[in-house]
C-alpha cells in the first residue's frame, strides 16, 4: 500500500515536472480563439513559436516597446516565430480577434 | 375478428399520421455539414440537434458583463432608457440617441450612414443595438470596450450630439426628475437635498445607465433559435437548406466570421468594399491598431434582426440581402488588402435564395411584440 502510493507519488511528481518543462518551452499554441498561455517568460535571445490550431486564420502582433512586429496572417497548422532581443513586457495580440491576448516577459 | 382488424386499421392509419413528419424530419436528417478542422466532426441539420448546441445564445450573467460594481437593477434599466430618449443629451436639444438608433428600425437609423447634427452624412452607417449585451467590442473600428465606455462618445462628438461634460452634468442635475432618479438608483432612498443628489449624478452613473438598458435590447427568440432549440416546424426546408450554405465552408462560408452563438466573432477584416479604393479610404480598425492587415478591416456584425436594419456594411453600400450576397459571391469588389478568409464562393441560383431565407430567419417580424415593448417610452 505504501509502496503503491510511494510509486505513485513519483510518478505524478515526475509528470509534473515533465510537463512544467514542456510548458515552459516557448510555443505557444492558437486554439479557439485563445493563446495557449496567458503569460510566458522567456530570455533574451529565446525564440518563441506561434501555431494555429484553428481552422480559420490567426495573427500575431505586438506594439510595446521592447518588441514590435507583426507576423502577419497564417492559417491552421502554420506557425510563426520570433526572437526576443530586449528585455520587458511584451503585450500580444491577434489583430484579427483582439480578445486573443497574453503576456510574454522577456528577461536578461 | 372484424372488430380487431378494424381497430388494427386504426392504429395503422395512426402509424401514417405519425411517419408522416417523420419523413420530412428524415429529409431533414440528410443535410449534413461537415465542420471546418480536423476531426470536427459534422453539424447535422436537424431541429434539436446537438451538433448544432454552439448556436443557442447562452442566458446573460448581466452582473458578470458590467464592468461596473453595481448590478442591473429595473430602476438603472428604466433611467437608461430614459436617458437614451432625451433630446437633452444633445447641445441643442435636438436628438436623443434614439434619433440615430431608432427602435423601429432595428435601432439603427434606415440611412446609408448617419447624418450628423448639421444635417451632413457621417462616414460610418449606424449600428443595430441588438444584443449588444453579448458583444465584447464596440463601434466599427471597435475602439470602445464595453458599453459604458462607449456610452458618452456620441454625446460629446462635435458631428453627434455636440454636447460636453459640463453641459451634460449642468442639464442633468437642474432637472428634477433625473436627480431624483439617480439618487434613487444608487442609494435606494429618497433624497431631496441637491447638493447631495449632484453627487450621484455623474459621467460614470450616466454611462452605467445608458449601458443598463442597451443590454435589454436582446433578440434571442428567432424562428431560427427556436429550430435549435427543438421546434421541427420553425424553419422550412429552405431555410435549413440557407443555413448549410452559410455553415459550410466549400459554399456560403459564412460563419468563420459569423461565428456562433451571436453571428459574429467579435472581430475584424477587410471584406473588399469598393469604398476601400477611394481615395482618402477609411481605414477602419487599423487607426485603433495600426497593424497592415487592419488597414479597411471593420468589426463583424451580429446577424439577428439583419432584415430591419438595411442598407448594409459600414460605409451602407448594400441596399438589401440580395446586394450583400453579391457582394461575396464577387469575393469583394476591391482586394487590396482583403481577408484571406474572403473565399471565392460560387453559389448557385438555389444556394443564394437559400441563404437569402435563412438570413430572414435569424429576424423577428417587424411588427414582433418585443419591438413594439422596447420601443415605448
Ligand atoms: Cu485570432
Known amino acids: 500500500m505504501n509502496t503503491a502510493l510511494k510509486v505513485l507519488t513519483t510518478f505524478t511528481l515526475w509528470f509534473s515536472v515533465g510537463y512544467v518543462i514542456a510548458d515552459q518551452l516557448p510555443n505557444v499554441g492558437q486554439k479557439d480563439k485563445k493563446f495557449s498561455v496567458e503569460k510566458l517568460q522567456v530570455n533574451v535571445g529565446d525564440t518563441v513559436t506561434f501555431t494555429n490550431d484553428d481552422p480559420f486564420f490567426h495573427n500575431v502582433f505586438s506594439l510595446s516597446p521592447a518588441a514590435t512586429f507583426d507576423l502577419g496572417s497564417y492559417p491552421q497548422g502554420e506557425s510563426r516565430d520570433i526572437t526576443f532581443e530586449e528585455a520587458g513586457e511584451v503585450q500580444v495580440e491577434c489583430a484579427i480577434h483582439p480578445s486573443m491576448q497574453m503576456t510574454i516577459e522577456v528577461t536578461e | 375478428m372484424q372488430l380487431i382488424i378494424n381497430v388494427n386499421l386504426r392504429r395503422l392509419a395512426l402509424a401514417l399520421v ?21 476531426n470536427a466532426g459534422s453539424y447535422i441539420l436537424q431541429a434539436g440537434d446537438p451538433s448544432l448546441a454552439e448556436w443557442k445564445l447562452p442566458p446573460l450573467n448581466i ?61 460610418r452607417a449606424t449600428p443595430s443595438l441588438y444584443n449588444s449585451a453579448y458583444g465584447t467590442i464596440f463601434t466599427w473600428d471597435g475602439r470602445a470596450s464595453s ?30 426628475y433625473y436627480r431624483k432618479a439617480f ?18 449624478i ?14 435589454t435590447l436582446l433578440v434571442q427568440n428567432t424562428r431560427f433559435d427556436q429550430w435549435v432549440a427543438g421546434d421541427h416546424n420553425a424553419l422550412t426546408l429552405s431555410e435549413i437548406r440557407g443555413f448549410g450554405v452559410f455553415l459550410d465552408s466549400e459554399r456560403g462560408s459564412c460563419a468563420t466570421c459569423h461565428a456562433p452563438p451571436n453571428f459574429t466573432d ?11 479604393s477611394d481615395p482618402d479610404p ?29 442598407p448594409y456594411f459600414h460605409d451602407g453600400s448594400a441596399e438589401t440581402l440580395e446586394d450583400v450576397v453579391e457582394h461575396y459571391q464577387q469575393g469583394g469588389v476591391s482586394k487590396g488588402n482583403l481577408s484571406p478568409e474572403m473565399k471565392d464562393i460560387d453559389l448557385n441560383t438555389q444556394d443564394v435564395d437559400d441563404l437569402i431565407a435563412f438570413l430572414r430567419a435569424i429576424s423577428i417580424t ?7 415593448m422596447a420601443s415605448e417610452q
Open chain 2, 18 to 38: 405519425i411517419l408522416m413528419p417523420c419523413a420530412a424530419e428524415l429529409k431533414e436528417a440528410t443535410l449534413q455539414i461537415l465542420r471546418n478542422g480536423e
Open chain 2, 202 to 215: 455623474t459621467e460614470d452613473s450616466i454611462s452605467r445607465a445608458l449601458a443598463s438598458f442597451e443590454r
Open chain 2, 282 to 310: 477609411d481605414l477602419g480598425r487599423y487607426n485603433i491598431r495600426p497593424v497592415k492587415l487592419m488597414r479597411g478591416a471593420f468589426k463583424t456584425p451580429s446577424l439577428r434582426n439583419i432584415t430591419l436594419t438595411a
Open chain 2, 266 to 276: 467579435d472581430g475584424f477584416h477587410n471584406i473588399g468594399l469598393a469604398s476601400f
Open chain 2, 63 to 123: 452582473a458578470d458583463q458590467t464592468s461596473a460594481d453595481h448590478t442591473q437593477s429595473d430602476a438603472l434599466i428604466k433611467l437608461g432608457r430614459a436617458l437614451f430618449f432625451d433630446p437633452k443629451l444633445s447641445s441643442d436639444n435636438s436628438r436623443s440617441c434614439a434619433s440615430c438608433h431608432r427602435p423601429k428600425l432595428g435601432w439603427s437609423d434606415g440611412r446609408p450612414t448617419a447624418v450628423g447634427l448639421n444635417g451632413q452624412p457621417l462616414d
Open chain 2, 366 to 372: 417587424r411588427d414582433d411584440e418585443s419591438i413594439n
Open chain 2, 183 to 200: 439618487a434613487e438608483v444608487f442609494t435606494e432612498q429618497l433624497i431631496t437635498d441637491q447638493f447631495i443628489t449632484d453627487q450621484f
Open chain 2, 147 to 176: 458599453l459604458e465606455e462607449q456610452a458618452l462618445g456620441p454625446v460629446y462628438d462635435p458631428s453627434e450630439m455636440g454636447s460636453s461634460a459640463d453641459e451634460l452634468l449642468t442639464k442633468l442635475r437642474s432637472d428634477e
